[in-house]
């Protein structure tokens, strides 16, 4: 379990809908979400077939939106 960790961050290129590491990003998501604060992070253009399910944020270092606290899982 998490213990007192309120925000995770599942960092991952998310730009293969059949990848393995995709889908074990997207089952932690599954998974993590009724517990915790857990967001999608992708430095990458996500596929449209996984930005159409789930909530994917893209990192951009230029205009400083990327995960800045919390608990950073990278799959």
């Given at each position: 379990?998490?213990?007192?960790?309120?925000?995770?961050h599942?960092?991952?290129?998310?730009w293969n809908p059949v990848g393995?590491?995709?889908?074990?990003?997207?089952?932690?998501?599954d998974e993590l979400r009724d517990s915790c604060s857990v967001t999608l992070?992708?430095?990458?253009?996500?596929?449209p077939e996984i930005t159409q399910r789930y909530p994917v944020k893209r990192i951009d270092p230029e205009h400083s939106r990327f995960p800045k606290s919390g608990t950073f899982v990278f799959v």
């Open positions: 379990m998490l213990g007192s960790t309120k925000q995770v599942l960092i991952n290129p998310l393995g590491s995709e889908w074990r990003t997207l089952t932690l998501f992070w992708s430095e990458h253009e996500p596929d």
